[in-house]
């Protein structure tokens, strides 16, 4: 998703305003808290998911769970049942159709039909051992997009058919797609920005990083990124290099 500038001071803004106006009014709102006394498999929630029945889908480092809005369905991992879930860390969402979810798994891609609740994994055409920690960086119109830092592979899965293609990079935990173009954008550790165009060039940029400074995430913002590290967030360009956030946004 592209964001312009002005675009994104607005929904920061506007985060802000519903934030400020939750706890002026805290004393009369009602909260209900959901942790695992209510059923939530984990209380680390690394995923969240809304289907078109208005389901609530939470993917944990302990299970899936589905929620009504009164209670949890957890799904599990179990080495007895094939139909069950092929590892209990979750590591993507996405849905596959009107009856079924694609879920990253640990050991796998599956794909968890919501009426009956069985799991099937779907053949990505790695092997055992191999296979797994498919992080979901697209799931626009009939293609899905997702890519492996455990494997370093970029699985494309369409109506013709499915790609699988090895990056040659060491693996990224932040990386960005663009659906348009199919240029793919990775953050690798510790300071460098790597561009893969669709034929397989790639052009590699460094950042301005600082010490100990850890990149989680990056939205692409018109011609620019805004960074996200695990210290600060702030804006960059080959053209003007690292930039503050204005002072409201900080």
């Known amino acids: 998703m592209s964001?312009?500038?002005?675009g994104l001071i607005r929904l920061l803004l506007s985060l802000l305003f519903v934030r400020l106006s939750l706890s002026f009014f805290?004393?009369?709102?009602?909260?209900t808290r959901y942790d695992v006394e209510q059923g939530l498999p984990q209380s680390m929630v690394n995923h969240v998911l809304q289907d078109v029945d208005g389901f609530i889908w939470l993917g944990t480092g302990d299970g899936l769970a589905r929620f009504?809005?009164?209670r949890f369905v957890v799904y599990k991992h179990d080495p007895r049942?094939?139909?069950?879930?092929?590892h209990n860390s979750i590591w993507g969402l996405a849905e596959k159709d009107e009856r079924h979810l694609w879920v990253g798994t640990r050991s796998g891609l599956d794909v968890l039909d919501r009426r009956t609740g069985r799991v099937k994994q779907h053949d990505t055409g790695l092997t055992p051992g191999q296979d797994g920690c498919w992080t979901i960086l697209s799931d626009?119109?009939?293609e899905l997009v997702c890519y492996s830092p455990l494997n370093g592979h970029l699985l494309r899965i369409g109506p013709n058919g499915q790609r699988?293609?090895?990056l040659v990079h060491t693996e990224s935990y932040a990386m960005h797609l663009h659906a348009s173009s199919g240029t793919i954008t990775q953050y690798l550790q510790p300071d460098s920005l790597l561009t893969i165009a669709v034929d397989g060039g790639d052009q590699v940029a460094i950042l301005p990083t600082t010490q100990q400074e850890r990149v989680t995430d990056l939205v692409?913002?018109?011609?620019?990124w805004l960074m996200l590290s695990d210290k600060s967030a702030w804006l960059w360009s080959p053209a003007r290099g690292r930039q503050p956030l204005p002072?409201?946004?900080q």
Not at 26 to 31: L, P
């Open 81 to 86: 049942d094939s139909t069950t879930l092929s």
């Open 3 to 6: 964001l312009s500038f002005p």
């Open 26 to 31: 805290a004393q009369q709102a009602e909260v």
């Open 220 to 224: 692409e913002i018109d011609d620019r």
């Open 247 to 249: 002072p409201a946004t």
């Open 140 to 142: 626009i119109g009939d």
């Open 164 to 166: 699988l293609r090895r």
């Open 68 to 70: 009504d809005g009164h």
